[in-house]
T-cell receptor
Framework: KAGVTQTPRYLIKTRGQQVTLSCSPISGHRSVSWYQQTPGQGLQFLFEYFSETQRNKGNFPGRFSGRQFSNSRSEMNVSTLELGDSALYLC????????????FGQGTRLTVV | GENVEQHPSTLSVQEGDSAVIKCTYSDSASNYFPWYKQELGKRPQLIIDIRSNVGEKKDQRIAVTLNKTAKHFSLHITETQPEDSAVYFCAASTSGGGADGLTFGKGTHLIIQP
């Protein structure tokens, strides 16, 4: 069965622009979580969606948003990009909310210049 | 919210020896504790997990122990091999509840010396 798929794999954007990242979870998984990974801060929770509803959100500004579609695919959007948003963005899918047995995608490497 | 501390940040062991990585958590409501392995340029991979109703779990050369009273859990790797070299992350969450997703430790860079 196919794993978690994230697109695109790499992105270069300019400060002030916005970006949309996509995540397709493992078939049957209804929970999708997003994480930001940087060398300094490690892996930080952004938000989690389950059955098209945002269950919770980490400590990130409102420029970071997301949504989930009826087929469980999820997108995250970052508006007004800042240099500090450069990071690896990972999504993880699981059967139940809360992160249990979560499987990660390969991530989207975002570089803001 | 939850806070997870992980030690050491770097661990170098001789091939064939054992490695132990330790984590502590702050939220007594946390009940799910996974460990992820991330090789350079790759995604984090779930290698083992433990729930709060269990004190120890083993899977071949890997084991995890949990002490709920002390709020700490550890990863043990025996008979280390070169392919064990990677960054290991511990995490904690309140699975199924009003969770903040997985809260991760900062990671341990495990180096296996030949």
């Amino acid at each position: 069965k196919a794993g978690v798929t994230q697109t695109p794999r790499y992105l270069i954007k300019t400060r002030g622009q916005q970006v949309t990242l996509s995540c397709s979870p493992i078939s049957g998984h209804r929970s999708v979580s997003w994480y930001q990974q940087t060398p300094g801060q490690g892996l930080q929770f952004l938000f989690e969606y389950f059955s098209e509803t945002q269950r919770n959100k980490g400590n990130f500004p409102g420029r970071f948003s997301g949504r989930q579609f009826s087929n469980s695919r999820s997108e995250m959007n970052v508006s007004t990009l800042e240099l500090g948003d450069s990071a690896l963005y990972l999504c993880a899918s699981s059967l139940v909310p809360g992160g249990a047995e979560a499987f990660f995608g390969q991530g989207t490497r975002l570089t803001v210049v | 919210g939850e806070n997870v501390e992980q030690h050491p940040s770097t661990l170098s062991v001789q091939e064939g020896d054992s490695a132990v990585i330790k984590c502590t958590y702050s939220d007594s409501a946390s009940n799910y504790f996974p460990w992820y392995k991330q090789e350079l340029g790759k995604r984090p991979q779930l290698i083992i997990d433990i729930r709060s109703n269990v004190g120890e779990k083993k899977d071949q050369r890997i084991a995890v122990t949990l002490n709920k009273t002390a709020k700490h859990f550890s990863l043990h790797i025996t008979e280390t091999q070169p392919e064990d070299s990677a960054v290991y992350f511990c995490a904690a969450s309140t699975s199924g509840g009003g969770a903040d997703g997985l809260t991760f430790g900062k990671g341990t860079h495990l180096i296996i010396q030949p």
